[in-house]
């Protein structure tokens, strides 16, 4: 079946929205074979959900949603699969214990506690938080162009600083 009329047939049956979905989660699981890459991880699937935030990362299925409402912006599905395949690599240094990892032994704490926490502005404190917003930060202007700027100024100074000590 030509491309055309694969497409043509694909909106009749799914409409439009969920062709422009898969279309965006192409692109994004390019990306996410470069970001595996430049981590060192095996690529994990991109898919689409209903969900009350951006996105999610499933530690014991090893993929990444992103919210079905969120996933028609680019910039903020890039910003999120980033996040997430931070989030991955993270629980890959805790779970295949490389101790060499200078955060090795704090991920691992945050990991086993983050499913305790119930307020979110205090998973916002942990480290592997602080690593993922610093490295979603820094590969966007890197890799993208594209200067990313959290919405506070404390939190947007503690990523720079992060930023400027681990990633440059």
């Known amino acids: 079946m030509e491309d055309i009329n694969l497409k043509k047939e694909f909106i009749k049956y799914f409409g439009k929205k969920k062709w422009d979905e898969e279309e965006i989660l192409s692109q994004l699981n390019e990306i996410g074979y470069a970001l595996a890459k430049y981590l060192e991880v095996s690529p994990i699937p991109v898919v689409t959900e209903k969900m009350e935030e951006d996105s999610r990362f499933y530690t014991k299925e090893l993929y990444i949603?992103?919210?079905?409402?969120?996933i028609s912006d680019f910039t903020e599905s890039l910003k999120c699969l980033i996040h997430e395949y931070r989030h991955y690599k993270q629980l890959m240094?805790?779970?295949?214990?490389?101790?060499?990892?200078?955060?090795?032994?704090?991920?691992k704490?945050?990991?086993?506690?983050?499913?305790?926490?119930?307020?979110?502005?205090?998973?916002?404190?942990?480290?592997?938080?602080?690593?993922?917003?610093?490295?979603?930060?820094?590969?966007?202007?890197?890799?993208?162009?594209?200067e990313i700027i959290h919405y506070d100024p404390l939190y947007e100074e503690i990523l720079i600083r992060y930023i400027k000590k681990n990633f440059n």
């Open 109 to 146: 704490e945050d990991l086993r506690i983050i499913n305790q926490i119930k307020d979110p502005a205090d998973t916002m404190c942990l480290s592997v938080e602080i690593d993922a917003y610093a490295f979603t930060k820094y590969l966007m202007d890197k890799w993208f162009n594209i």
């Open 65 to 70: 949603a992103i919210s079905d409402v969120l």
């Open 93 to 107: 240094c805790v779970t295949q214990k490389i101790t060499t990892e200078p955060n090795y032994e704090s991920w």
